[in-house]
């Protein structure tokens, strides 16, 4: 397992987190997140419910767990009172290497951490991991437009929008539009 870890002081208070290579001991933990109607809400994909199994498949493909290389799936932890808790996720998906691209996500599935700053000082580490050590050039986001939260920390997180869809997100019986995003590392 790859010993990659990225810690941070919250924006707002003196709270600790961090950044650790996703594990499979996590799996179970993130796939109650995806299954969590609240949670899911926020996604701009739809998708069934989720299992250990599709956990599986999907963190496979990131090589969260390959030691010779950068891990791209992180679990985000808040230190409390001494003992670090899982609160989401963050990660680097549809990576182009010969482009030097990929895409970034990130979810805050423990609800108790939504409006905290959490979000926007993960993309931010985020941002710098992959621009700095990963070597990416230009990092994307896309959110719908009803997540304001997200579209939020990702602006403070230096991304830039690019262009809107519209009406590319069925929710609830509504059509909504999905905000795209990137930060682009300067020449």
Known sequence: MSTHIIEFVFQRGDKKGRLRPVNRKDWAQIVGWWNDP????LFDVHFVDQT????????????????????????????????????GTAEFYNERPSHKTAEFGFLI?????????????????????????????RIGAVSAAYNVRSLNALQKAGFQIE???KSYVLRDGDYHDQTMMSVVRPD
């Open 38 to 41: 609240e949670v899911r809400r």
């Open 52 to 87: 250990f199994s599709d956990a599986e498949k999907w963190f496979a493909k990131a090589g969260s767990e390959e030691e010779e290389k950068l891990p791209r799936s992180f679990v985000i932890e808040v230190d409390l009172d001494g003992k670090w808790v899982p609160v």
């Open 109 to 137: 599935g423990d609800k108790n951490w939504w409006g905290k700053g959490i979000g926007t000082e993960t993309a931010k580490r985020m941002v710098r991991y992959g621009v700095d050590q990963v070597g990416y050039k």
């Open 163 to 165: 262009g809107i869809r």
